[in-house]
Each structure stands twice: as structure tokens, then as C-alpha cells.
């Protein structure tokens, strides 16, 4: 019989290892089921994890992971502070929508009109419908003690009906002939969130990630408000003692992811999307989630999980287009992936024993 | 405008059909959450429930060995989330939305040859005499096995929860898995038992939809049905009955407002969609006041050496 | 800077030559917005690429991506389309507008098909089918059949498309049967059998006896199989399933024809950008086989206005009309211009309620 033994300490090589071990584990098992499907496993693996880092087309593609990296990294940086201290957003899809709603509203309200302040205000509208938008569930959590994971959950879908309401209605294109969506953001100098370097994928939600990625790495290490966070986690109950206040954390800890997922939703909408419309929202709300834990809820993890997620995303439309897999295949692929990651988490903290007799 | 080309006792009885899918999932779901585990991957256990009982109804020409099968299917799902979440201790959320992203795509490939097939039909009780009397008879007597089942299921878990044993020690589980522990049950066999039951609820409630109220396969055809079923139990504030409640209080707002449309009425469609979740909160707001109503452990992970 | 962009347009254009000469083979790309197995949109939209498959054999390769939502998504997938060599591209969603023109910008060689939009350039034609010529053939249909005078219609999202079916039936069913009454329920999905299903259900329960549906799965159908007493038209697919009834008669997207045609013209070099509206008359519209249970004399006049329409004998949209609002539209014998068709973002006198906004 195999028992579970808890470690003293987290084991610094496991959690560095066990990435590792269960991307070779989803290789073999999602090759076994790409090779039942009739896709040399070879080649399957080889095009979604090698192709769009060191294939023919690199060039392009590796852009392109940052432009889809680069919304999750952001989201899941702000739900990971939370996280770790046991405040559950799970509605960033809700407050991503918001955040672009605002933002591209802001923007669609100066058309046409060219000035420099126009982004700017566009970008702090952003961050302030995704912070409004997290802050019902905040105020309601600490007004009434509501409980966050599902109100922050109904308000995606309350921002989903927003979302359809603004695209057929007020933000519809006056020049589209009647079709659903907002003016094109790309068309509008002032209002386009270009990239800063052609042909790079570098745009600002980029550069802002990579800030995010910065920023939780001083305040959890280097900050009061981080130990705080990880002792409210922790142990809730040291927390109050050591002076903590709950309902100020609460709000810091929802506003900031609100207003990240935001922020990550406006350089979403005024950059690579281009528009509002009815699904402009593509899940990455609920994805950032997973990244976040991927990452473990640390910052540099985060960074690598966002990667490696925007990896198995392209690689998996290239391997769709030229071997012919289904999209089914790919998310199957991707579950496995996020199952072999999550279990394997177990040896990071845990040490497996041979025990005889006794059962765990 | 024209609200007397409603029929009350229509709406009411296609109410009771859309509803039941939610109902059957929630009440899986409740059970799982008073054992203190938080599956979020209750669609994806839907959909796989919906293309099995699909499939084997389908090849076997029998919708009920198709729910038997169904119910196998969501289970078997959820038996990778026990993986997960009580024998390598992952995050349960996490394990959650993963488990879901997992289901959409398997059972994709599951019914890649079923598509546009027509199920065997499943049919209705019509109980002689009952099912006569006006207004009650249509509304209560004349529906299929599977609607009856899960009002029965409200009753029975509501009962072995309150009255029974196995009520008591999965409560117990639910609320202080360590002193639970103490008392020496066992904490993640109980656990596994319910989120395979929640698993097998889901599945029931995935082919229903499947088999009696669409009835197709077509992938993705749950279209958020787990969601809302993840929103119904905490609306229900773990209580069976409530749950019953709110299945046809969620179920009936779509209902009503494709009524009221249908009747002329100009709704704003999209404002009214979002109705029953901007319900749940205040409800959630309101029933905040009862502090009592979750269980303790939800969502936390348990380990014998804690 | 420059220099980047000198280094990306070069190496993207060493990639296409390599891999134009690596085979002689066509190589055509399709974008999906669902999965093939939807039943509906996507799903013929495959059938029309198996159908370019067969004709041409070794002398084409097809690819396709499924469940590619609009946005930065569609533009990747297209881009790498593009770059493994694709000849022509298919985007068979309007959402994919915007994502088609940016990449078509960049490969000018490659060509693109865009489905349902109105933005074309050098090398981005646009294609659509006049679904509202077969709407007009299911509203005389439906005037005709209705005994309660009360036809049902689900409708997706009040987007032109939509609107002028809704009018192209309900001026058909009108011209019958002065009487008949058409409710409308928006359900703001394309694609939600169990939505479908309730608001199948909801207009049957008031009184609809003909369910004309705008959205893409057979729930209607079955919803109208289990009320009784009822019939519905197949939408995108044939539904035949569901014949001869509930399901009296469909409209069929036919795209097969448009793709083989086009590659075809890839292949001889003729290829140039096109906007192809067709309906009827190409076979892009097909109406599905008109069950037994419409009387004789019906399905043969329904059968002639169908042949009037394909022959270009009869405009759908033929004076005198007026709008909802009792202004004047089309004079008599007057017929729509495409323009107005293509953005109509009203109803014709008759039609009762407003277009939610």
C-alpha cells in the first residue's frame, strides 16, 4: 500500500520538476489517444509542442504566443492574490468583458475624433469597469458575508447579456449595415492598441503583463500587504491576530484582479480583437483560472503557465490544420495536460512511502 | 400584446420538463457539496451523460438502458475528479474546471458518428384516471419516467440526509472533516461515494436533455447547463426541496420570457436573460443572513496526517 | 524597426514560394465558427468541403479548423493557413470579416472567400445565399397550411439576414392567407437545442400550428413531433428525419457548388474577386423535398414559385410593400435593390411587434 507522508518543507526540485514530468506523461498518454485517432503521435506532439517555437513558421507564431499569453498571464496574476488568500474570483470573465465594454466605450465615444488622451482615458476606463465589476461581489462579501465564488460566477453571465445588449444596441457600428458589433478599433489611430514593435505581438496588454508578473513578485516577497495575503491564506485565524482586516483585504484582493481583468480585456478589444461583439468573450476569464494554478500561484509560475497554455492553443490549431485532428482531440489533449499537473502537485508537498498494512 | 394566449397550465407543465435536466444535476451536486467537495466540472459530466445515454440508446434501441448508461458515463467522469481531488489532494476549483474542458472535448469524440440521429423515444406516464382531471392531470400526471424520478430523488436524498446515518456521517464529512475523522469515518470514501453519485446525477441530468428534451446529439448541446446548476444549489442554500424550487424558478424565467415574447409582449430580451442571475444574488444576499446553511469543509482538501 | 518588417515580409514570402513549389496540388483551407458535428451551419459548410474533396480528388488537398471563435483566433488560424500554403481560404462566418481582409492584406497571392460579409478586396470575394427566396417558398407553404392562423418563428439575433426572412414569409403567408398572424421569439443564440426547444414549445402552446425556425437545431422538430398537429420547415440541413412530419420541407445550405467552382477557377487561374449573392437559381439555396403532407395543389404552387424565383421571374420582394410603420417602400411591381436587402433592418406592414434593439 503506497501512504502519503507531508514533507516539512514544500520539495524545491519536485516543484520544479513535476512541470516537467507531467508534460512527458500527457505526451505519452496524448499520443497513445492521437494515435487511436489515426495521427502519427510523433508528428502530433512534435507540431503542438516544437512547431510553433522552432518550426518553418516560428516567426509568426511566437508573436502570437504572447498576444495569447498575455491576457491569461494578466488575469491569472490578479486572481492568483486572491487566491492565496482563500478569496475565490472566479468570475475574471465577467469582469474582462466589463473592463472591454468601458474601455472600447470610452473610445467609441471620442470617434472620430484624434487625440493622445484617447487611450489613456481608455485604459483606466478599462481597469475601472473590471474593478466596479469585482467589487459587487467584494462589497456584497463583506457587507453580507455572500459568498464570492458564485456571485462573481452570475455575473459573467449578467456581463454576457451586457455584452449581446451593447453589440446589437448602443455600440453597434452606425456604418455596418445593420450586423452586430462595434466600429473596428483597429481603424482608429487614437483608440488602437498597436503593437510597439511591428510583427513582434508586442503590445501594450504585453508589456503590461510582464508588469503585473513584476509587481505581485515585490508585494507578495517584498510587501506588508503580501504577508498578509499569505497569511490570511494560510491561517486565517494568526491573521486576525496579527492585525489583518478581512474586509479591506477583500476588497483589495477582488478589485485588483477585477481591475487586471479588465485591463486585460480592454488591450483585448482595442488590439487584437478589433471590436465588440457578441463573442467577443473567448473563455479567457475561466482559462486564467486554470493558468493560475498551473503556475502554483506564484508569479514566475504564472508566467510559464500562460506560456505554455498559449503553446498548447496554437500548437493545437496547427495540428488541426495540417494533420487534420479534431478541436475535440486538442481539448481532450489540453484536459490531460491539466490533470497530469494538478496530480502531480502531490509530490511537491508530499512524500509517497511504501507502508505496509496501514491504510492512509 | 396578448397574455391570455397563454396557457398557465402549459407553461407550467413545459416548465417542469426544462427544469428537470438542472434539477437532476443539482441535486448531484448538493450531495457532493454537503460531503464538503466543490466539483466545478458538473457541465462537463452532463455532456458526457448526455452522448452516452445517447449512444447506448441509440445502439440498443432502450432509453433506459441509455439513462443506465448515462448515469455510468457521469460517474466514471467524476471518478477522475476523486482522482484528483482526494487521492493526489489537487485543488478542487482548479480539478473542476479542468475536469469540465476534458468532458466537452471526450465526448465530442464520442459522438462524432451520432450526429443527427434521432433517439428511440422515451414516452410518457399517462396515469389513468389522474391524468384525466383538468388542469392538475396535465400538470402533474402526464410526463415522462425521468421527470418523476428526479422529483423522487429530491425526496430521498432530502430524506436519508436528514433522518439517516448516512445523512449524519456525510454532514459530519462535510462540516469538520478532521473531527469527522477522529470520530473514525472515513473521510475520502465518503467523499468518493458522493462525488460519484454527483457524477452519475449529472450524467442523468446530460441525457435528458439528449434523449427526452431535445432530443439529438449535437456537441456542446448542454450550453451551460452545469453552470447554472452550480448556481442552484447554492440558491437552494444546500436544502433538497429549495433546490427543487429554484429549478423550476430558473427553468421557468426562460420559459416565461420565450412566452411573453411569443405573447407580443415587448421584453428586452437580453435584460431578462440575465434576470434569474441577478435573482440568485439578492437571494444569495438574503439568505447570507443564515450562516449556517454551508457546509464547513466545501472546497477544502482533507489529509489523514492534517 | 524596418528592418523587422523587411526580415517578416521576406521570410513570409520565401515561405509561400517553398511551399507553392514543394506540390502541384491546390491546397484549399476552411475556417470553422462551430464543430462539424453541429447538424446546422458548420456542418455543411464540411459538406461542401467533401464535396470539393470528391470531384477533384488527387489534384486537391483540404484543411480545415474547427471551433475557431472571431477575433485574434481566426486571424491565427488563417495566417497559418496562409503560411503552409494554402491557395484559397474559406471564413465561413461574418465575424471573420475584418480577421479575412488584415490577412489577405498580407498575402496577396493567397486567395479568400469570405462568407456572408460585405468588405472584399483584390484578393477577398465575398459569397452568400438568398435564403429569403426559400423563406418565400415556406411562407406560401406555411399561409396555406395553417389552421389557426398562427405561425410560429424562431428567430436567432435581429440582424438583417434574419429580418428579411421573417418579412420574406410572413409577405408570402399574408398573400394566401390575409388572416395569418406571425409571432416572433428572439432567442439570441444560433445554435441551443434545449432553448429552441422551449421557445418551439412556448408557440405552440399559443396557438402556432407552423414553426418556422432561424436557428439551427432539429429541437423544434422534435418539439413539434411530440406537440402533434403541427408543422416546421428544416433550417441549414434537411432535417428529413423529422419528414413528412412535423418537417413538411426545408431550406438547405448548399454550398458545395460555390466551393467546387471556385477552386476549380483557382486551379485554371481564373480566379478573381467576386461578391456572389445566389440563391435558387445556382442551387445555393435548395428547397428540401416537400413532403406528402402538404396537399397536391399547394406543393405544386409552392414548386412553381420556386421556379419562378430560380428562372429570376419573380423578385420575393415585389411591389407594392409598405413598412411597418405604413410608410411606402417598394411601388407597385417594383422590386428590392440589393442594398437595401442586405442592410433591411425593418419590417413590411403586417408584421406585428418591434425589433428589439
Given amino acids: ?360 | 400584446m396578448d397574455l391570455s394566449a397563454i396557457n398557465p397550465v402549459l407553461l407550467i407543465a413545459s416548465l417542469m420538463v426544462a427544469a428537470t435536466p438542472l434539477l437532476l444535476a443539482a441535486i448531484g451536486e448538493l450531495v457532493a457539496e454537503k460531503a464538503g467537495v466543490l466539483n466545478l466540472g458538473v457541465e462537463g459530466m452532463m455532456i458526457v451523460g448526455a452522448i452516452s445515454g445517447f449512444a447506448i440508446s441509440v445502439e440498443t434501441g432502450s432509453p433506459l438502458l441509455g439513462f443506465c448508461a448515462a448515469a455510468v458515463g457521469g460517474a466514471v467522469l467524476s471518478l477522475l475528479f476523486v482522482i484528483l481531488t482526494q487521492y493526489a489532494l489537487a485543488n478542487q476549483v482548479a480539478s473542476g474546471l479542468a475536469l469540465t474542458l476534458f468532458g466537452l472535448g471526450i465526448s465530442s469524440l464520442m459522438g462524432q458518428s451520432y450526429v443527427g440521429l434521432k433517439p428511440p423515444s422515451t414516452g410518457e406516464i399517462h396515469i389513468p384516471l389522474l391524468s384525466d382531471i383538468p388542469v392538475i392531470g396535465p400538470i402533474l400526471f402526464q410526463h415522462d419516467p425521468i421527470l418523476y424520478f428526479g422529483i423522487a430523488l429530491v425526496a430521498i436524498v432530502w430524506a436519508l440526509l436528514k433522518y439517516s446515518r448516512v445523512g449524519l456521517i456525510l454532514r459530519a464529512v462535510g462540516e469538520n472533516h478532521d473531527a469527522a475523522h477522529a470520530l473514525g469515518y472515513k473521510v475520502v470514501r465518503v467523499r468518493t461515494l458522493a462525488i460519484l453519485f454527483g457524477g452519475a446525477c449529472a450524467g442523468l441530468g446530460g441525457a435528458y436533455i439528449s434523449l427526452i428534451r431535445v432530443p439529438q446529439w449535437t456537441e456542446g448541446m448542454t450550453a451551460g447547463v452545469g453552470w447554472i446548476a452550480l448556481a442552484l444549489v447554492v440558491f437552494a442554500s444546500w436544502k433538497p426541496w429549495r433546490a427543487l424550487i429554484g429549478a423550476y424558478l430558473f427553468g421557468g424565467i426562460t420559459v416565461l420570457q420565450l412566452n411573453l415574447q411569443a405573447a407580443g409582449v415587448a421584453i428586452p430580451v437580453e435584460y431578462l436573460a440575465m434576470s434569474p442571475y441577478i435573482i440568485t444574488i439578492l437571494v444569495l444576499v438574503i439568505l447570507s443572513a443564515d450562516k449556517s446553511s454551508a457546509p464547513a469543509s466545501l472546497g477544502r482538501i482533507f489529509h489523514a496526517s492534517n | 524597426m524596418k528592418l523587422t518588417k523587411l526580415l517578416t515580409g521576406a521570410a513570409m514570402a520565401l515561405g509561400l514560394a517553398s511551399a507553392a513549389l514543394a506540390d502541384e496540388k491546390v491546397k484549399v483551407g476552411f475556417v470553422y465558427v462551430g464543430p462539424v458535428g453541429d447538424g446546422g451551419w458548420t456542418f455543411e459548410h464540411n459538406e461542401g468541403r467533401l464535396a470539393v474533396e470528391e470531384e477533384f480528388g488527387d489534384k486537391v488537398e483540404t484543411v480545415y479548423v474547427e471551433n475557431v471563435a472571431e477575433g485574434p483566433d481566426a486571424e491565427r488560424v488563417m495566417t497559418q493557413m496562409a503560411l503552409e500554403g494554402a491557395d484559397l481560404i474559406f471564413t465561413t462566418s461574418f465575424g471573420y470579416m475584418d480577421p479575412t481582409i488584415n490577412v489577405a492584406k498580407k498575402f496577396p497571392k493567397v486567395m479568400f472567400e469570405h462568407a456572408t460579409g460585405y468588405k472584399r478586396s483584390d484578393n477577398v470575394s465575398t459569397y452568400s445565399a438568398r435564403f429569403y427566396e426559400g423563406r418565400a417558398v415556406q411562407g406560401h407553404i406555411a399561409g396555406k397550411m395553417t389552421k389557426s392562423n398562427t405561425v410560429g418563428y424562431i428567430a436567432s439575433f435581429p440582424i438583417p439576414e434574419v429580418i428579411r426572412g421573417i418579412n420574406s414569409a410572413y409577405i408570402h403567408a399574408a398573400k394566401v392567407n390575409p388572416d395569418v398572424q406571425f409571432k416572433v421569439v428572439w432567442v439570441y443564440t444560433w445554435f441551443d437545442p434545449a432553448k429552441e426547444a422551449d421557445a418551439a414549445k412556448a408557440l405552440i402552446e399559443q396557438g402556432a400550428d407552423v414553426i418556422l425556425q432561424h436557428t439551427d437545431s432539429t429541437a423544434p422538430q422534435a418539439a413539434a413531433q411530440e406537440a402533434g398537429g403541427v408543422i416546421t420547415f428544416g433550417q441549414a440541413s434537411d432535417m428529413s428525419q423529422y419528414a413528412p412530419l412535423p418537417r413538411v420541407s426545408s431550406i438547405i445550405d448548399n454550398w458545395a457548388p460555390y466551393y467546387v467552382a471556385r477552386t476549380k477557377a483557382v486551379m485554371d487561374g481564373t480566379w478573381e474577386s467576386v461578391d456572389t449573392w445566389d440563391g435558387i437559381s445556382t442551387g445555393m439555396v435548395k428547397i428540401g423535398e416537400i413532403s406528402d403532407a402538404v396537399p397536391a395543389d399547394v406543393k405544386a404552387e409552392a414548386l412553381a414559385m420556386a421556379k419562378a424565383i430560380g428562372a429570376g421571374e419573380y423578385h420575393p420582394f415585389t411591389g407594392p410593400l409598405k413598412k411597418q410603420d405604413g410608410s411606402d417602400w417598394l411601388g407597385d411591381g417594383e422590386t428590392a435593390d440589393d442594398g437595401t436587402l442586405a442592410g433591411m433592418n425593418f419590417y413590411v406592414e403586417g408584421v406585428e411587434g418591434d425589433i428589439p434593439q
Fill in chain 1, 1 to 360: 500500500m503506497i501512504r502519503l507522508e507531508k514533507r516539512p518543507q514544500p520539495s524545491q526540485t519536485w516543484s520544479m520538476a513535476t512541470p516537467l514530468v507531467a508534460v512527458v506523461a500527457t505526451m505519452i498518454f496524448g499520443g497513445a489517444l492521437f494515435g487511436v485517432l489515426g495521427t502519427n503521435p510523433l508528428a502530433a506532439i512534435r507540431t503542438i509542442f516544437f512547431d510553433p517555437l522552432f518550426g518553418e513558421f516560428a516567426f509568426y507564431y511566437r508573436p502570437q504566443l504572447l498576444v495569447k499569453g498575455a491576457p491569461l498571464v494578466l488575469i491569472a496574476i490578479g486572481l492568483s492574490l486572491g487566491f492565496k488568500a482563500g478569496i475565490w474570483n472566479i468570475g475574471a470573465e465577467g469582469q474582462y468583458i466589463i473592463g472591454a465594454l468601458v474601455g472600447a466605450g470610452i473610445g467609441l465615444a471620442f470617434y472620430p475624433l484624434e487625440a493622445w488622451y484617447i487611450f489613456p482615458l481608455m485604459i483606466l476606463g478599462g481597469a475601472f469597469g473590471g474593478f466596479v465589476w469585482a467589487a459587487i461581489p467584494a462589497l456584497l462579501k463583506v457587507r453580507f458575508g455572500t459568498n464570492e465564488i458564485l456571485v462573481s460566477l452570475m455575473l459573467v453571465y449578467v456581463a454576457e447579456q451586457f455584452l449581446a445588449s451593447m453589440s446589437l444596441g448602443l455600440m453597434k457600428n452606425p456604418e455596418g449595415f445593420g450586423f452586430p458589433g462595434s466600429r473596428n478599433l483597429q481603424e482608429y489611430a487614437s483608440a488602437h492598441n498597436t503593437e510597439l514593435i511591428a510583427g513582434s505581438g508586442m503590445h501594450l496588454g504585453v508589456v503590461f503583463a510582464f508588469i503585473a508578473v513584476i509587481f505581485a513578485y515585490v508585494l507578495l516577497n517584498r510587501h506588508m500587504l503580501g504577508f498578509q495575503i499569505r497569511l490570511t491564506g494560510e491561517a486565517p485565524r494568526a491573521a486576525r491576530f496579527a492585525g489583518v482586516k478581512p474586509a479591506r483585504l477583500i476588497l483589495f484582493c477582488l478589485g485588483t484582479s477585477g481591475a487586471l481583468a479588465g485591463l486585460a480585456g480592454l488591450f483585448e478589444v482595442s488590439g487584437p480583437a478589433g471590436q465588440i461583439n457578441i463573442d467577443f468573450n473567448v473563455g479567457y476569464g475561466f482559462t486564467a483560472i486554470i493558468v493560475a494554478f498551473l503556475g502554483r500561484l506564484h508569479p514566475v509560475g504564472i508566467l510559464l503557465a500562460g506560456g505554455l497554455m498559449a503553446l498548447t492553443y496554437i500548437g493545437g490549431e496547427i495540428a488541426q490544420g495540417q494533420l487534420g485532428l479534431p478541436a475535440a482531440a486538442i481539448q481532450v489533449f489540453q484536459g490531460m495536460l491539466l490533470f497530469f499537473l494538478l496530480a502531480l502537485d502531490l509530490l511537491t508537498n508530499f512524500r509517497l512511502r511504501l507502508a505496509k498494512g496501514e491504510v492512509a
